[in-house]
């Protein structure tokens, strides 16, 4: 007999992480130059996979992560350089400090410190949009106008207006 009104449960473990505001691809992160779209694309889903990760599974998920932001930002400060991107400098400022940022919290999780894994995850969260928005989309934008001869045209499906 099917019972109404009854509270609805999950069959999650009790230390899961709560994965409500993991973050998600969306055309709001488009920025209309399609190898840097491509690799933010890569980054959002990693850190995805972070947020939602069980604690064993951490390891293996910042190892990806380094390997993705060091081949990541290897590309973007390639591309800065080939271009003479005028305002490089502060850009690959901030590509170092979230290098640095990410080895020593890599230091940190192999001697089990998982809370401040958690924590580098959730800051990188809220630091990507900021970034790409500024600093990336004004990369985006001289790499499509040295290329094509314009800014980028960027077609977004379903992202609010703000």
């Known amino acids: 007999m099917l019972q ?6 999950t069959m999650t473990h ?12 969306s055309d709001a992160f488009l920025l209309g130059y399609d190898p840097m779209d491509k690799l933010h694309e890569e980054f959002v889903d990693i850190v995805a996979r972070l947020q939602a990760a069980d604690d064993g599974s951490l390891p293996s998920l910042m190892d990806e992560l380094a390997r993705h932001l060091q081949e990541h930002f290897d590309l973007e400060n390639k591309w800065m350089e080939e271009t003479d991107f005028p305002p490089r400098g502060c850009h690959m400022d901030e590509h170092a400090a979230v290098l640095k940022s990410v080895a020593e919290v890599r ?17 990188l969260a809220e630091w990507f949009p900021g970034h790409a928005d500024h600093l990336d989309s004004a990369l985006a934008h001289w790499m499509s106008k040295r290329r094509f001869g314009g800014k980028p045209v960027v077609l977004r499906r379903d992202v609010p207006l703000r």
């Open 4 to 9: 109404k009104n009854l509270p609805q449960t």
């Open 14 to 25: 009790p230390d899961a992480p709560d994965t409500s505001d993991a973050m998600r691809w």
């Open 107 to 123: 230091e940190e999780l192999t001697a089990g410190n998982t809370d401040l894994c958690r924590d580098l995850v959730a800051h």
